[in-house]
């Protein structure tokens, strides 16, 4: 068995040893734990790669971060958690019957549960008791993580590897094609090679290309003369004399006419353009950035895009990854445009640590499972009409990643019986939601499926007793078994009725004088 069919067999079998030299780009990527959502947003992002043999996850235990390492420290959190066992080919997730509730993919834990390559690849989500959530998937055992940039951000692989492509390529001065699905970020993609590249100090033109009609398409790329034609009453410089010196970005070069195509070969071929009406062409030094979602390949193969300035866009590509493909920059992401929304709404402090979390688990855990069509385009989306809501519906998300139960605050947790009660189960204010067994215990008294209701409270904070119903005051009601009782004295009524019917001063609940059984009359 030769060294690469070993590894592939050991996919997640090797140790954690921080390896040296080139090995490091050979090793198989391992489960990792990375956090969606927390009570404490700025933990979101932060990541625990597992090795090998069991790991219980809990309030503490792993420990997440990359230099300062701590466990999740939730107090709601129960001691024991679920355990993830990494085996040679596979991993397995256990609930033991004593840990708190988990949900695994939206659907909850009872037992154990296999997970493949494929749907480690894929991710799989955990929400531990409405508090925290989590994403299982495989990740570089190692890597060097460039430094942050502006627009760019994530944890994932792919996006490590992207900022690696922009810092290498920011310094060449070759044209970079970026290709990626609508909403995928493009545009900071370029604007990120700007920044990055030795012509940052000059300008970036942005032109959609797609909204270039033929008839002023050379007007708006090369410029025109006062006077060329009819409305040209003053000079007007084009995109790429204004990119001159910096950076030309073509948005949508596949929308491209097919006149305009000509006119774009040429210029990228000579360096030279010719405003529209000039006696002279200028020279202009730009380099351009191109994007697309679409296929330009086949594009050129059906004859609807030319192949000569394919090739001149293509110096170079960079393919941007779509947010189903990387998962574990859902929390990052949404926690950034949902501070960047709130403090341009003056409610930057929603997103503080709090007892019951304004961001709550059950929408993030939902927003992870949402496959996102629309890319980072519309999470953003989705961010701001959050931020923008009420506190009870804070968002108004697609029908695929609506709660059940509405977006209000997360629901106060359920004490465990192994649980710390003093420091998981607070002493609820009055009003307070009851959920969980608590709730099922308290119908069950009051009268569950099955079961008698118990009577209603009566004004006065006091419980209704039997007798109220007819409309007897509670002092008559207490009354009434001295009464009951006197009626098997010797000596006593057969029936004894209400004192407030019967009673008057000085008889103490007694029949008159006169009548049977009651005391002989005084003689006259």
């Not at 000039?278 to 059906?302: I, K, S």
Request: aromatic share 2%.
């Amino acid at each position: 068995m030769d060294e690469a069919e070993r590894r592939r067999r050991n996919l997640w079998s090797q140790t954690t040893q921080d390896p040296v030299g080139d090995e490091r780009e050979h090793l198989p990527p391992v489960p990792t734990l990375t956090i969606l959502g927390h009570p404490d947003v700025a933990r979101v992002g932060e990541q625990a790669r597992l090795p090998a043999g069991s790991t219980e996850v809990s309030r503490l235990a792993p420990d997440f971060g990359s230099t300062t390492r701590f466990p999740l420290a939730d107090p709601f959190l129960s001691r024991r958690g679920v355990i993830i066992h990494r085996g040679p080919d596979r991993v397995s997730v256990t609930r033991p019957p004593e840990a708190a509730e988990v949900r695994l993919d939206g659907a909850p834990l009872t037992g154990a549960v296999e997970l493949g390559a494929a749907a480690l690849e894929r991710g799989v989500v955990l929400n531990l008791r409405d508090r925290v959530v989590l994403l299982l998937h495989l990740a570089e055992a190692h890597h060097e993580a460039p430094p942050p940039l502006v627009g760019l951000l994530g944890v994932s692989d792919a996006m490590t590897r992207l900022r690696q492509l922009v810092l290498r390529f920011a310094a060449a001065e070759v044209p970079v094609l970026i290709l990626g699905e609508s909403g995928t970020g493009k545009e900071l993609v370029a604007q990120a090679l700007h920044a990055n590249s030795a012509r940052r100090a000059a300008a970036c033109v942005c032109l959609d290309m797609g909204a270039v009609v033929p008839s002023v398409a050379a007007s708006e790329l090369f410029g025109h003369v006062r006077g060329a034609f009819t409305g040209a009453e003053t000079n007007h410089d084009g995109a790429f004399l204004q990119a001159n010196g910096g950076t030309l970005f073509l948005d949508e070069i596949a929308e491209t006419p097919a006149e305009v195509q000509a006119m774009l070969l040429r210029a990228l071929e000579t360096g030279v353009i010719r405003p529209v009406g000039a006696q002279r062409e200028q020279l202009v030094d730009v380099r351009v950035l191109a994007a697309t979602d679409g296929d330009l390949d086949a594009m050129v193969r059906g004859g609807r895009f030319k192949a000569p300035l394919l090739h001149r866009l293509s110096g170079l590509r960079i393919a941007v990854p779509p947010l189903r493909a990387r998962r574990e920059d859902l929390g990052i992401l949404l926690v950034g445009f949902l501070r960047e929304e709130l403090s341009a709404a003056g409610a930057g402090h929603r997103l503080e640590p709090r007892r019951q979390p304004w961001l709550n688990a059950e929408v993030v855990e939902r927003l992870a499972l949402y496959p996102w069509p629309g890319n980072i385009r519309e999470l953003k989306n989705v961010a701001r009409q959050m931020a923008y809501g009420s506190d009870e519906t804070r968002a108004q998300l697609p029908a695929s990643v609506q709660t059940p139960s509405g977006l209000r605050g997360a629901p106060a947790p359920s004490c465990d019986a192994r649980t710390d009660r003093r420091a998981a189960c607070p002493r609820r204010g009055r009003g307070a939601p009851i959920t969980g067994d608590a709730a099922a215990r308290r119908g069950h008294r009051r009268g569950g499926p099955g079961q008698p209701a118990r009577p209603p409270l009566a004004r006065g904070g006091h419980r209704a007793r039997p007798g109220a119903e007819q409309g007897l005051a509670l002092r008559d009601h207490r009354a009434q078994p001295d009464a009951a009782h006197r009626q098997g004295r010797p000596g006593a009524g057969a029936v004894a009725r209400p004192r407030r019917l019967r009673r008057r001063p000085g008889s103490h609940g007694r029949p008159p004088r006169g009548v049977e059984g009651g005391p002989a009359a005084a003689p006259a």
